[in-house]
């Protein structure tokens, strides 16, 4: 791309009087916008021709990294294929048009796709209902945890400010408990990566709230000792929280209801197929067993005979409407066209995509902790420590042969952690190409390590100083002019 001709900024390209546009002559008489409403002076928009504005966002459009790029194992985020009938669905003008005050009566169609899909994610999850309500999963989180707390009020047990998170968890877990209002226990791993039931057991109490858990865990290891960990927790008196984020490799094989969960979420962004990155968009359904469903937050579509209308008989809400409904349609397009059978397929085909990956490359790179993985797993970085070159390294290297990268430093169980989630869709062919190349930056970083520790070299710029970029970031044109001042 010619960066002089086309530009980094739009405002870069711009020339005082050039145009892009101009309105037609107005044939209807004299209607000036009053003088008091007009601004004062003309707002400061870049002033260019159609042609450099459409080559500018094209060209800059070609330096995004998506799935239909490329192979994208970012774990934990579950970056797989969004089928193209999501996107026709949610373009659909009968859908799309729609707007959240119409009358009940005009959007039938759209209320049966909310209360559908709350039925599929109960019967796929073993929960008794949902809220489609929450726009992420960290926002599931919150919600959860505040149907938690509200099912301990009720009960007048007003001592539960605690919430037990495993060392391995997600960052959003604690945050949301703070955020909650309620206080954070942490319980640690074993060596082996599992929930440590022994340091758990002194932390139970009758000031215990609910424990969060994640499961495959951050590690992509099953937690084989769940019917224990529900049992103990139950028998304090606290409620065990699912993080869904995972749900990925359990569909079709068991489900979180049947484990001993009580309220869990769903990211429909990664399980559900509907595409994500940069932050967003995304829908965070939180499920509950059989007797919270009081708790859940308003609205929520029900249904008498074949008639569906909004209900807001709860106190509660988390957000307005009902949730981010072209998210709810692709995720409920997804399992309909996946269908009752195929689904089944899901959670195994990611495992071993996963484990076969894993298999291939524990050669070149350290498992710290071997055995069956699920969907996802993490190696320390590479074998042979003497080279220096790190994680961050490998990562940066991978972008030049057209890879994105693993999710690295994450979780923070091991110094070089990088974590590798396949996800069901990929073929054989790609699989092999990417531990080809994988093998190939072990092989550089013996042979050649300056090469992969100044990598990248074949993308549009090269480092950039992450701490810089997150404790000083420049958003606005303005802000970039000023700060070169
Ligand atoms: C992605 C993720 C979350 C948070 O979900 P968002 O939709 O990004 O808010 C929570 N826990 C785990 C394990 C995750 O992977």
Same mark, same amino acid.
Do not use: W
């Given at each position: 791309m010619n960066r002089t001709l086309?530009?980094?900024?739009i405002f870069e390209l711009s020339h005082p009087g050039r145009r892009g546009y101009s309105l037609p002559k107005?044939?209807?008489?004299h209607h000036e916008v009053p003088a008091e409403e007009r601004r004062q002076a003309d707002a400061a928009l870049p002033e260019c021709d159609e042609m450099t504005v459409v080559r500018h966002y094209t060209n800059h459009s070609g330096n995004n990294f998506g799935v239909d790029n490329g192979f994208y194992p970012l774990g934990s985020c579950t970056m797989k294929y969004n089928p193209y009938i999501n996107e026709e669905m949610a373009n659909l003008p009968d859908f799309a048009?729609?707007?959240?005050?119409?009358?009940e009566d005009t959007v039938q169609g759209a209320l049966a796709v909310e209360y559908n899909l709350r039925q599929s994610l109960a019967e796929l999850t073993g929960m008794s209902d949902f809220t489609l309500?929450?726009?992420?999963g960290a926002h599931g989180e919150l919600t959860g945890l505040m149907i938690i707390r509200s099912y301990h009020q009720a009960r007048h047990?007003?001592?539960?400010i605690k919430v037990i998170v495993p060392?391995?968890?997600?960052?959003?877990n604690p945050a949301s408990a703070a955020v909650c209002g309620l206080e954070v226990v942490e319980v640690k791993s074993t060596p082996d990566g599992l929930v440590d039931v022994e340091d758990l057991k002194p932390l139970?109490?009758?000031?215990?709230?609910a424990m969060m858990m994640t499961n495959p865990n951050t590690l992509g290891l099953?937690?084989?000792?769940i019917p224990e960990i529900a049992k103990l927790v139950h028998g304090c008196g606290a409620l065990l929280y699912y993080? $869904? +984020?995972? *749900?990925n490799p359990l569909l079709g094989v068991c489900r979180p209801g049947d484990m001993g969960f009580d309220v869990m979420h769903v990211n429909l962004h990664k399980t559900f197929s509907t595409p994500h990155g940069g932050g967003g968009p995304g829908a965070g359904p939180v499920g509950v067993r059989?007797?919270?469903?009081?708790?859940l937050p308003s609205p929520h579509v029900v249904k008498e005979g074949d008639r569906y209308s909004v209900c807001y008989?709860?106190?509660?809400?988390? $957000? +307005?409407? *009902?949730?981010?409904f072209g998210v709810i349609l692709r995720a409920y397009t997804y399992i309909l066209s996946l269908g009752k059978e195929n689904i089944k397929m899901v959670g195994p085909l990611a495992t071993l995509t996963a484990n076969y990956v894993k298999e291939c490359l524990k050669d070149a790179y350290e498992l710290p902790i071997g055995g069956l993985c699920k969907h996802e797993f993490v190696f320390?970085?590479?074998?042979?420590?003497?080279?220096?070159?790190t994680t961050m390294d490998v990562a940066k290297r991978l972008l030049d042969y057209g890879y994105h990268a693993p999710?690295?430093?994450?979780?923070?169980?091991?110094?070089?952690a990088m974590m590798i989630e396949p996800t069901e869709n990929e073929s054989k062919d790609t699989l092999d190409g990417f531990i080809d190349v994988m093998h190939r930056i072990a092989k550089e970083a013996a042979e050649q390590p300056e090469l992969v520790k100044t990598a990248?070299?074949?993308?549009?710029?090269?480092?950039?100083d992450d701490v810089l970029a997150a404790k000083?970031?420049?958003?606005?044109y303005k802000q970039l002019i000023n700060d070169n001042d």
């Open positions: 086309y530009g980094n900024l107005n044939n209807f008489g048009a729609l707007h959240p005050q119409q009358p309500n929450p726009f992420a047990d007003d001592k539960r060392d391995s968890a997600h960052g959003t139970l109490g009758d000031d215990i709230a099953f937690e084989k000792d993080d $869904g +984020a995972n *749900l059989k007797g919270l469903e009081e708790f008989d709860h106190a509660c809400h988390v $957000g +307005a409407y *009902l949730g981010n320390n970085g590479l074998r042979d420590k003497s080279t220096g070159v999710t690295i430093y994450f979780p923070l169980l091991f110094h070089e990248p070299h074949n993308a549009p710029i090269s480092r950039v000083h970031p420049i958003v606005t």
